[in-house]
């Protein structure tokens, strides 16, 4: 069975499911998270971690260079409520890179990478 997604439910979701990481397991507790986040605030700069090859319709270079998709949509709008700059980096070769960069925090403050509803 096939099922079809309007953009604003694959929005919605990928929003709750970026917010649980970036803020409940990431950071343990409500202290923590808020001290991550004032500290993307503080740096003026939201820094997203996502997958180095495109995925459409996730992720999408554009003939300018540009990234378009639901991906970087949904990490501008983020950025934008918290009133900051996005950065993208797209050095993780592999989606256990990406693990290990957020997992450091050291390059990357989230990751926004083809989460998808499965079956499975």
């Known amino acids: ?3 079809v997604w309007s953009e604003d439910i694959l929005k919605r979701n990928l929003f709750l ?3 649980f990481i970036c803020g409940v397991c990431h950071a ?3 202290g923590i998270a808020s ?3 004032q500290k993307i605030i503080s740096r003026g700069t939201l820094r997203v971690g996502i997958y180095y090859k495109d995925k459409p319709p996730f992720v999408i270079t554009s003939p300018d260079g540009s990234l378009l998709g ?3 949509e949904l990490a501008q709008a983020i950025a934008s409520r918290l009133g900051v700059k996005v950065e993208f980096n ?4 592999s989606y256990k890179q990406l693990t290990e960069m957020i997992s450091s ?3 990357i403050d989230l990751v926004i990478c083809k989460f998808s509803r499965t079956l499975n």
Do not use: H, L, V
Not at 90 to 93: G, I, Q, T, V, W
């Open 1 to 3: 069975m096939t099922e």
């Open 17 to 19: 499911t970026i917010f």
């Open 105 to 107: 925090g050291d390059k």
């Open 70 to 72: 639901f991906d970087i």
């Open 90 to 93: 797209r050095e993780a070769k």
């Open 28 to 30: 343990g507790n409500r």
């Open 35 to 37: 001290a991550n986040i």
